[in-house]
């Protein structure tokens, strides 16, 4: 359980993989802070030790998750709850890009079934435990590309509308029950899964993420975008007319 100044005991990371997650797990590293648990669909590798090295003490440990383990989830929340104790925060941070699921109604059908089926099971199986314990908070991270949806990633974008959807949704659902959601709204974030590819306008890194999501958990959000400017940013972009818009996107 969060100590008397919020400082959490235990994170689980639900994509241990994620450059953003592991940034935010460090952000969020103190001497309360005593077991992380990454998620990874391959632990080997999770680089366990790399992040225990970033880490003022807490012990690290990867444990295999599948996103598309639908049925799964419920007993995978349970198990790290039998070894570990109650959850302070989830961070759900798995996902792909999908550059090509335009072209391929398959491939299309398995980044929907990654990226927003996934987060529904395991966010529900999660939110179900903070329920249960009365406290602690779902961090997802979301992105701008399903505030409004682009021809160039109209897929993946609409995967994270529908992400974003849930998790604000399910956030309404938790209020009262001394559980919460935080949704994160990030632009375009150096990592390498965007290395190589033309930087958007108010690409940050990881660690500017992992800052306006401490911020936002401190402050008891339920929404933040990073950089912060990108709400103002979008929501001019939301009402601009399609023309526009799509010539925003050559």
Known sequence: ?????????????????????????????????????LGCRNTGTADVDGLAAQLGGASVTARHFDAIDHGGHVDWVAAVVADHGDIDIVIQAFGQLGADAADDPLAAANLVDVNFAGAVSSGLAVANQLRKQGHGVLVSLSSVAGVRTRASNFVYGSTKAGLDAFTTGLG???????????????????????????????????????????????????????????????????????????????
Do not use: Y
């Open 172 to 250: 309404h659902a938790l209020h009262g029950s001394g559980a919460r959601v935080l949704t994160v709204r990030p632009g375009m974030v150096r990592t390498s899964m965007t290395e190589g590819m033309q930087e958007a306008p108010f690409t940050v890194d990881a660690d500017e993420v992992a800052a306006a999501t401490v911020n936002g958990l401190r402050k008891k959000k339920a929404v933040v975008w990073a950089p912060a400017k990108l709400q103002g940013v979008f929501g001019l972009l939301r009402v601009a007319p399609n023309a526009v818009w799509r010539k925003l996107d050559t």
């Open 1 to 37: 359980m969060n100590n008397a100044i919020h400082q959490p005991q235990t994170i689980v990371v639900l994509g241990g993989g994620s450059e953003i997650a592991r940034a935010i797990v460090v952000a969020l590293d103190s001497a309360s802070l005593r077991t992380v648990v």
